[in-house]
Every structure is written in C-alpha cells, then in structure tokens.
C-alpha cells in the first residue's frame, strides 16, 4: 500500500472515530438530573415534578393507568442524584405472602413485598451514579411498564 492511501485511510478512520463519539456523546445526558429524567416519564404516560417530605424530587406519574412515584437518593441540592426507585402500590388489594413470594422467585427485574398494613407494593431501584444516557432511562421505563403489567396479571389478578 502506498504512503498516499494510507494516509487518506488514515484520516478517513479517524473522520470516522470523531462523528461517531459525537454522534454518542448527543445521546447521552447526565441521568441524575431530576428535570431530565421527568421529561422521559412524560413520554410513558403523565407525570408530574414534586417534593418528598425530605424537600427531595419526586415524581408522581401515571403509566398505562397505574399510578407510580419516582423517589430520588443521594442528591446534592435536588440535582446529581445517585439512585432512583420506581414505586407503585395498591390499596384494599389482598394478595398472599405466597403470591409475592412466588413473583420475587421468578422475575429478575422488580422487588414486590406487603407493606406495613399488607398492602401490595412494587419496586425497581435504577442506580444513575454515573449518569445514563436517554436510552438506558427509556429501557428502564419500558421495564416498569411490563413490570407492572405482569403484577397486576400475575401477583394481583387484574
């Protein structure tokens, strides 16, 4: 191969290399930012930013019309959050300690308990610590939706 082509491939790879971690570098964004993460959640359905009684973000959203919180951990003055949870629960729902049991033994994906008073609760923790790109949050909700969609089918009879 000649000097000349080499060094025409040469700069054709590295055009290359640089348009492509551009490209990538667009998709991402920080993923502990409450506002951002907000934005993704409006797209799965409705939500809406709040405060917990830690004065922490909290989003309140609906997905496939089951009602849903965004709780957010670890965050420096409500931005740079470490952890969020996913969380849904039912009220006046009986469901069994064998029910909850069986789902937590067979999903990879979701924490079920009874609460305090045994009411059904469910659970998906996300850890954005180092941020996550768009795709990796969308992922995460489409999970939630089927997560949910299978509790209700399986844990709750719904």
Do not use: H
Not at 10 to 33: M, P, T, Y
Not at 46 to 72: H, R
Not at 133 to 151: D, H, M, P, Q, Y
């Amino acid at each position: 191969m000649n000097a000349f082509f080499r060094s025409v491939m040469c700069a054709f790879v590295l055009v290359i290399g640089i348009g492509s971690a551009s490209a990538s570098a667009e998709q991402l964004n920080d993923g502990r930012d409450p506002d951002e993460i907000l934005a993704i959640a409006k797209s799965f359905g409705t939500a809406v930013m709040e405060k917990d009684s830690l004065g922490d973000p909290k989003i309140s959203g609906s997905i496939d019309g089951t009602k849903y919180g965004i709780y957010f951990y670890g965050c420096k003055a409500g931005k740079s959050c470490q952890d969020i949870q996913f969380a849904a629960g039912w009220s006046n729902v009986k469901v069994s300690l064998a029910s909850i049991n069986e789902w937590n033994r067979t999903r990879r994906i979701g924490k079920a308990y009874l609460d305090k008073i045994n009411d059904p609760m469910l659970e998906l923790w996300i850890d954005v610590s180092n941020g996550a790109s768009v795709k990796t949050l969308e992922n995460a909700f489409s999970w939630w939706r089927s997560i949910i969609k299978g509790f209700k089918k399986d844990v709750l009879k719904q």
